[in-house]
Structures are given as C-alpha cells and as structure tokens.
C-alpha cells in the first residue's frame, strides 16, 4: 500500500498572506488540522491549528474584542508557518510515512508528485488504515497470543485454523514483550470460539486472550 493510495484529496491549500483568523474559519468549515501554504503552484510552507492559536492572544489577556481582532487581522500565515517541510512521495510506502510521522512526532505531511503537492497523509488516515488492518469493523473472533519469533510458526498456526474451516479477516504481528517472541493479534470467522482456542493452545507459547 502506498500514501498515493490513502491520501486525503483534493488538497486544501493557502497563501502566505492569508490572516491567520480567516485560516482558522477555513480549517472549522473544512474539518482540517493543517494546510500546505502554495505560492505560484509550490510548496512554501505548512500551517497547522496549533500555530494559529498559538499566534491568537491569550484568553486572559486584557485587550479588548477590538483590539484582539485588530491584531489577528495583522497577522498572516506567513508569521507563523514552518518554512522547512517534510514531505513524502505519491509512492512512498504507507508505513514509511507512518515512521516519518511518529519520528518527527506530525501530524500530517504533504504528498508530492512531479514537484507539486497533490494530497495529505495524516494522523486519521493512519488511524482508517490500522482499524481495517485490525478488523476493527468485522465480526469475528479475536485472537491475542504470543508465539516463538522462528522459522514456520505462522506457517503452522494458519494452516491449523484453515484446516478446521477458519477464514482470517484480520491480521496484526507485533514485537513480543520477550527477546526472541512475537505477539499475534487477529480475527477469524468460519469456526467455533472454543475449537480456535485448543488450536491455539497446542500452538502458541501463551494465548492470552480469546473473544
């Protein structure tokens, strides 16, 4: 799967010299968190909802309603965006941009393609991704078990389940708590609670859950 694939589009883009409470208004309409700033069809900058209240007057300050949306209406985008933008390719893999994101602790990055900015990865796209990884909106039974990290054991415990009938709707495998295991998440349907759970008794170091 490749950000080009799960990006949100079309963009919703920005100028430099937009005041920072129009942007604010554009974000509540929109539902958006941050916006790609464009000047002459390239990227210039990013703005995020947290640079822009940032930039607003505290709500204790002692300046009147005029005066606060004098001073918003003189700053603009350009006051308080990031210059240096990271971003990410139409073709970079999904889970490439997931560890970009969670390195550099962002939200969202722009998605480029022949130099232009052509959709939005963020957060919530990720978000939509790991519940149908997980099977967040399939009925199934779960699975939570931790296995030996070696050569053949998911071989084995798919075969078993597929064996006795089971079809698997999800499937997650993570780093287990232990050196040398791995913890195993999923959903199957196609058999019976208790007959998956001797399957996996018979397999699994520790089965930790069932439901």
């Not at 030996?148 to 006795?164: F, R, S, V, W």
């Amino acid at each position: 799967m490749f950000v080009g694939e799960r990006m949100s589009r079309p963009v919703i883009s920005i100028s430099k010299e937009m005041p920072i409470h129009d942007v604010l208004a554009l974000f509540k309409k929109e539902r958006i968190r941050r916006a790609p700033v464009i000047e002459s069809g390239k990227l210039i900058g990013i703005v995020s909802d947290k640079d822009l209240l940032n930039a607003s007057p505290s709500p204790v300050t002692t300046l009147s309603v005029w005066e606060m949306n004098y001073m918003l209406s003189k700053i603009t985008v350009k006051n308080v965006m990031t210059r240096k933008v990271t971003t990410v390719d139409f073709d970079t893999p999904i889970e490439e941009a997931a560890r970009i994101m969670a390195d550099n602790k962002i939200g969202g990055l722009p998605v480029m393609k022949d130099k232009q900015v052509v959709g939005m990865i963020t957060e919530t796209d990720l978000f939509k991704i790991f519940l149908e990884l997980m099977g967040a909106r399939e009925r199934a039974v779960r699975v939570t078990a931790t296995i030996n990290d070696a050569p053949g054991q998911l071989a084995k415990i798919t075969k078993a389940i597929a064996d006795e009938g089971g079809n698997f709707v999800a499937f997650g495998q993570f780093i287990g708590k232990d050196p040398g295991t791995r913890t195993l998440t999923f959903k199957v349907n196609g058999i019976k609670k208790e007959n998956l759970k001797k399957i996996m008794e018979k397999l699994a170091t520790k089965l930790l859950d069932v439901r």
